[in-house]
């Protein structure tokens, strides 16, 4: 079974930094996009950032010039870095992989990461 594992979640200041990682584990054929989601209590998950695996990203608006997603291939990595971080942006980080397993199956399944906090508070 493929697995994602996070890690770098915390509580930062405002304006202050932290760095998401996500790696992928387990028998894996190909890793296709992948991405950050996010859920603040008591509102819906919501696309943060997304890398496919030629590199190209794209951002929710409202983190544009602040985050940067990136991927490290052969290390089946995705990270996040988050600067500039405000109160907002206080949720629950997902990391997402649309990934084919290893074996006799072609198939593309989404899988998730088991979530990191992240807390921005003064």
């Known amino acids: 079974q493929v697995q994602l594992v996070e890690s770098g979640g915390g509580l930062v200041q405002p304006g202050g930094s932290l760095r998401l990682s996500c790696a992928a584990s387990?028998?894996?054929?190909?890793?296709?996009?992948m991405g950050w989601y996010r859920q603040a209590l008591g509102h819906q998950r919501e696309l943060v950032a997304a890398?496919?695996?030629?590199?190209?990203?794209n951002y929710a608006d409202s983190v544009k010039g602040r985050f940067t997603i990136s991927r490290d291939n052969a290390k089946n990595t995705v990270y996040l870095q988050m600067n500039s971080l405000k109160p907002e942006d206080t949720a629950v980080y997902y990391c997402?992989?649309?990934?084919?397993?290893?074996?006799?199956?072609?198939?593309?399944?989404?899988?998730w990461g088991q979530g990191t906090q992240v807390t921005v508070s003064s």
């Open positions: 890398i496919p695996h030629d590199g190209t990203t």
């Open positions: 387990g028998s894996i054929f190909k890793i296709y996009a």
């Open positions: 997402n992989g649309q990934i084919t397993p290893g074996g006799s199956t072609t198939t593309i399944y989404n899988y």
